[in-house]
């Protein structure tokens, strides 16, 4: 089984790798200095895997990113998107702002020109349907491994 990896924990945001995936954990800010966390853990990714699935979990208290951090998360995943094996986004509440939050990354990523973006996404509302989705992507990665480093990450105390 692959190991946790921590990259960055802050009170708003944690990044991790786990195997074959990048791990994000929007907490409550979102801040645009997440994007740096998240290139460091690609960089990290890149001297094992030729492509990578995004994971990301956006945590009830998580507040909707402004203009400054959508345009560094776009930047980010534009950068990014040839090494993406699939894109994930985890919002688990089903209530209204549980669809805004969904439609809002949504939009970030419709942002991007479609020959940018040529990488499978969905956004759902468990961890257990996205890690489902991310091993279709990336056979390494076992769904339930992929909860449970998820429910590590979460664990974990900021630095």
């Known amino acids: 089984m692959p ?16 195997g074959q995936a990048l791990l994000v954990d929007f907490r409550e800010k979102t801040p645009p200095a997440a994007a740096d966390a998240m290139r460091r853990a ?7 895997h030729e492509r990578f699935v995004y994971f990301a979990l956006i945590e009830a208290e998580s ?19 040839n090494a993406f094996a699939a894109f994930v986004a985890v919002r688990e509440d089903e209530g209204f702002r549980g669809a805004m939050v969904r439609l809002i ?3 970030i990523l419709n942002m991007l ?10 956004i759902v509302s468990s961890l257990d349907e996205g890690a489902r989705f991310a091993s279709e992507h990336a056979p390494s990665l076992h769904p339930g491994e992929l ?13």
Do not use: C, N, W
């Open 3 to 18: 190991s946790l990896t921590p990259i960055s924990l802050t009170r708003d945001v944690y990044v991790g790798t786990f």
């Open 147 to 159: 909860v449970d480093a998820f429910a590590k990450l979460r664990a974990m105390s900021p630095a």
């Open 105 to 107: 990354v949504a939009q």
């Open 63 to 81: 507040v909707p990113p402004g203009e400054p951090a959508r345009a560094a998360y776009s930047k980010f995943f534009a950068e990014e998107a």
């Open 42 to 48: 690609a960089a990290s990714l890149h001297a094992q």
């Open 113 to 122: 020109p479609k020959a940018r973006t040529p990488f499978p996404r969905k």
